[in-house]
């Protein structure tokens, strides 16, 4: 799945992860492309309710991403 992750200032990016990724490996795609610190971003998941992502979290169990 292909994520589109847009900073609060406007710069946006996209990553390709799948479920069984964590977030902090999202976290690492991100910092990677948009050069923000990992332990600086707060990332949420917009598509109906808000769902704030942890990092020990994998992408499947935050309820954002399918298996």
């Given amino acids: 799945m292909i994520l589109t992750v847009k900073l609060l200032l406007g710069r ?3 990553v390709k992860v799948s479920g069984q990724e964590s977030v902090a490996t999202l ?3 991100v910092s ?3 050069q923000v610190p990992e332990e600086q971003q707060h990332l949420l998941f917009l598509t109906g309710p808000s769902i ?3 990092s020990g979290l994998l992408l499947a169990s935050s309820s954002c991403i399918p298996l």
Avoid: G, Y
Wanted: hydrophobic content about 25%; overall charge positive; aromatic content about 0%.
């Fill in 12 to 14: 946006r990016c996209s």
């Fill in 52 to 54: 704030h992502l942890h």
């Fill in 27 to 29: 976290k690492k795609l």
């Fill in 32 to 34: 990677q492309q948009l």
